[in-house]
């Protein structure tokens, strides 16, 4: 339960009607490159890259035959603004599970993105993971001081940077 003045954040696990909010949410408040892989085309949220981000989604987390990882959609206040997810992959010697979220612009730079982490690495430890992992790019500060927060060792490699947490 928030504090007074603080909002309320939720992950609702990603379902087909949470999908179709996330898509309007996406469309209303992030550009396509922010949100999911590049599709070929002009510029903007046409027709195509609708559906491929539908189809990206169904892929990866709604499909039982396909499914590589488990996606939430995040609710602020009621409202969708970004998606959080948990991929495992396999490590050195345990279990690692990569983590990824995005908001979109409106929902930026107002702690939610910490708070949803927080989320995100207590799933983690509650599923068995050994380690956390992510990877931004150099010119992201906002996920870069995220990870940091987390007590994240970060190498950068070119214009990546990997994130690594413990458990």
Do not use: Q
Request: glycine letters at 10%; aromatic letters at 4%; hydrophobic letters at 45%.
């Amino acid at each position: 339960m928030p504090g007074s003045g603080e909002s309320e954040i939720v992950l609702i696990p990603l379902d087909e009607p949470g999908l179709e909010r996330l898509l309007e949410a996406a469309v209303a408040d992030a550009e396509p490159t922010e949100v999911m892989p590049p599709v070929d085309g002009p510029a903007g949220w046409t027709e195509a890259r609708r559906e491929a981000f539908l189809a990206f989604h169904r892929r990866r987390s709604l499909n039982p035959d396909t499914a590589i990882e488990t996606t939430w959609v995040v609710e602020v206040d009621g409202r969708v603004c970004g998606a959080a997810r948990l991929r495992p992959v396999s490590g050195r010697s345990a279990l690692e599970v990569e983590a990824g979220v995005w908001l979109g612009r409106s929902a930026r730079g107002r702690g939610i993105g910490r708070k949803v982490t927080a989320v995100l690495l207590d799933a983690a430890r509650d599923g068995g993971a050994a380690k956390f992992v992510a990877t931004t790019t150099v010119d992201n500060a906002a996920a870069r001081r995220l990870l940091s927060g987390t007590g994240a060792e970060l190498d950068v490699r070119g214009a990546e940077i990997d994130a690594h947490l413990d458990f």
